[in-house]
Every structure is written in structure tokens, then in C-alpha cells.
């Protein structure tokens, strides 16, 4: 719990910093991920099961061609496949973003490709096992359409369980995103 005030403060210092003289926007998402891949160091990669995911970003616009981020996601309980409720796991990540616009805006529409890192908190894990979570990356294409924003991204997340000694594994995700920006004026 303490990482996490950590994260979160360090979020809303970026937040509040960018804020000057800046335009802002905050844009709140939902998700579906597909079912993707979870490995383990001594282990054939597993099938992990669909999920869901909520995440609020605040962005800003550094020029007309780039954009920074800065974002919190939830990613909901999901399990790996033919294993019971034990397996269920979830993450909640704090991440900075680098968006790149390479048209800026073409009537009314804004695509971009953008690339995130940050660091996952185990959020839940049903299992007895302590859980850790470690470092994640990902990027992926999206576009706004006036205040609409669409996303397909991938993202790899790192954590380990000490089960008794300490395992480290690999989430990979791979999802659709759909949000609204709400601007913020300065």
C-alpha cells in the first residue's frame, strides 16, 4: 500500500507541475483485453484469460506533433486458463506516456502511436503466495476523434512470487480501449 501512495504522489506532482500555463486533458478509459500469455522463469508460457480494465490518464500537448501522459490503469482479476479461482490475478499500474501525432489534427481526427512505462502493483492475487509486482511497457495505436479516443495497445507486465523462493514472471496484454477527453483549461 505504501508503493502505491508512492506512485500516486509522484502522479499528481507531474500532474500539477505540467499544469502550468498548459492545456490539460483527462481522459478516463475502459478496456477488454484478449486472452494473452503468462510465463514463468522455469515454465512453458500459460494462457491467461480475458479481462477488463478501467485506467484515467491526463495528457498534455508538448507541440503539434507530440504529446506527454501520465496514468493510472486497474486490470481486473483474470486467471490463467484451466487452473481454478487460485490463479486469479490482477495489477494496478502507474505509468508516464509518450504520444506521437505524425498528421497533428486532420478534420477533427487526431491518430497517434504511443509508448508507456511505469510500474505494476499487484493489486490482488488469490493465491497464498507473496506477490510483487516490478516494472511494465507497452505502446500501441489510437486515434481522437473530437473528444472520442480509441486505442489498441500491447504491454508487458514483470513481477515475481515467492513460492517459497521467488519466481519471476511475464503478463503479456494485449487490448482495446475506448474513453472520453474532458479538457481542462488553465
Known sequence: ?????????????????SAVNAEMNIVPKVAIDIPASLSYDSAA??????????SLEVRGDISQ?????AGSAYLFNRGI??????S??????????????PFGYFYQVK?????????DIIASNNAA?????????????GVEYKDVVGEVYG?????????????????VQIGIALGYKFKLKS
Not at 506533433?65 to 501522459?69: D, E, N, S, T
Not at 486458463?81 to 487460485?86: E, F, I, T, Y
Not at 504491454?155 to 503478463?171: L, M, Q, R, T, W
Request: net charge positive; charged share 20%.
Open 1 to 17: 500500500m505504501k508503493k502505491f501512495f508512492r506512485a500516486f504522489s509522484v502522479f499528481v506532482f507531474i500532474c500539477a507541475a
Open 129 to 141: 503466495d507473496k506477490t510483487k509486482g516490478g516494472v511494465t511497457w507497452g505502446g500501441g495505436v
Open 45 to 54: 508460457d500459460q494462457d491467461a484469460k480475458r479481462g477488463f480494465n478501467l
Open 155 to 171: 504491454a508487458h507486465h514483470y513481477g515475481s512470487v515467492e513460492n517459497p523462493d521467488p519466481i519471476d514472471f511475464k503478463y
Open 81 to 86: 486458463a484451466g487452473c481454478g479461482s487460485d
Open 111 to 119: 491518430p497517434y502511436i504511443r509508448v508507456n512505462a511505469g510500474y
Open 65 to 69: 506533433y507530440f504529446m506527454w501522459g
Open 88 to 101: 486469479d490475478f490482477s495489477f494496478m499500474s502507474v505509468y508516464g506516456s509518450l504520444f506521437f501525432t
